[in-house]
């Protein structure tokens, strides 16, 4: 596999054959900027301390990243939220009305919405009844036109990860892109796949700063894969699609490693104390693994105990709709006062 993988081959023709477009600012990466005269890119001379245009590459950001998770910056690539890192992906490497993707519902809803957008086939797999990929239906519904599958892990709605000896099957199987959504890997007790990156070069991982990290307001999502990879999404990003007021943020709070992992550790043990108490509410008739800041449950009639829940001010996600997630809803983890809050409205609505 190693040997014999070459990205080029699933990089769409028009992509293959473009030139990156180059901004102003990319030319003079590498020069001591600190005392250049910039006159190159229209700017207002004044300062208002975002007047320049951002860095194109965020060189801070993923300097820190890289030192942070053990890797090379140029195996990082930054977006406007994960969202922008997944269309990205798409754009590089699905043709519209020619190739297709593979997602495993019940799973996060972007995935099936970007291949809409961009006119690319979504075949659909579900998990199994335990929420775990099934991988011969997966390998089975594969095509020389399948470009990515979408493992999510730990898994939106369902909160459970993947059992290594399913992604490792599919990385070893796949002879396409295997694309793992890790934006709640924070709050489980399993690895990263990061450290496997050497391992596969068709694995690319995204996370964000939007859950453990709490930005999502600044909207930060991260792209791990090989430098080859990152630089065919390079090629084709927007060149300022990270702007200022947000690598500023984002630098600000990677600094602070503590606090993070102490709101994570805060989170982690709300959410056990949280399952706990589920246990008792008479009309939840089951509680789901979870290994994320939410936990999924079933109850009797979830839009009905929706609505109640609504009617005393706490909004929670309704899932029934979903694949296998008949009557579930969905808990996100709040703060202690915010949970007991949650509890109370449970039992007094039982
Ligand atoms: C919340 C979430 C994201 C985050 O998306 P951003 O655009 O980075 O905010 C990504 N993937 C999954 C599965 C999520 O639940």
Known sequence: MKNNFDI?????????????????????????????????ANENPYQTGVNRYPDP???????????????????????????????????AFCEPKVDNIITLPPTYGMYGVLANINAVENREVLLSNDFQPEIEAILYAVD???????LCSPNNPTGNSFSDKSIV?????????????????????KQSWLNELDEY????????????????????????????????????????????LTQKRALERLAD???????????????????????????VSKIYPTEANFVLIKVDDATKRYDELIAKGIVIRNR????????????????????????DALFAIS
């Open 201 to 244: 070069p068709n694995l690319i991982i995204t996370q964000t700063l939007s859950k453990a990290y709490g930005l999502a307001g600044i909207r930060l999502g991260i792209c791990y894969a090989s430098s080859e990879v990152i630089s065919v999404l390079n090629k084709i990003k927007p060149p300022y699609n990270v702007n200022e």
């Open 169 to 189: 099957t599919i990385l070893q199987n796949f002879k396409g892109l295997v694309v793992i959504d890790e934006a709640y890997i924070d709050f489980s007790q």
């Open 320 to 343: 029934t709709t979903q694949a296998l997630c008949e009557n579930t809803l969905r808990l996100t983890i709040g703060t202690a006062e915010e949970n007991k809050k949650l509890i």
């Open 257 to 283: 490693k503590e606090k993070i992992q102490f709101e994570i550790n805060s989170i982690t043990i709300q959410r056990e104390d949280l399952l706990k108490v589920l246990n008792e509410v008479k009309f």
């Open 144 to 150: 020389n036109d399948t470009k990515m599958i979408f």
């Open 8 to 40: 080029n081959t699933l990089v769409r023709e028009n992509v293959l054959k473009m030139k990156p477009y180059s901004s102003a600012r990319d030319e003079f990466e590498g020069f001591d900027t600190t005392k250049m005269i910039f006159l190159d």
């Open 57 to 91: 590459q965020q060189s801070s950001v993923k300097t820190v990243l890289a030192k942070q998770r053990n890797l090379q910056t140029n195996q990082i690539l930054l977006g406007n939220g994960s969202d922008e890192v997944l269309d990205l992906l798409f754009r």
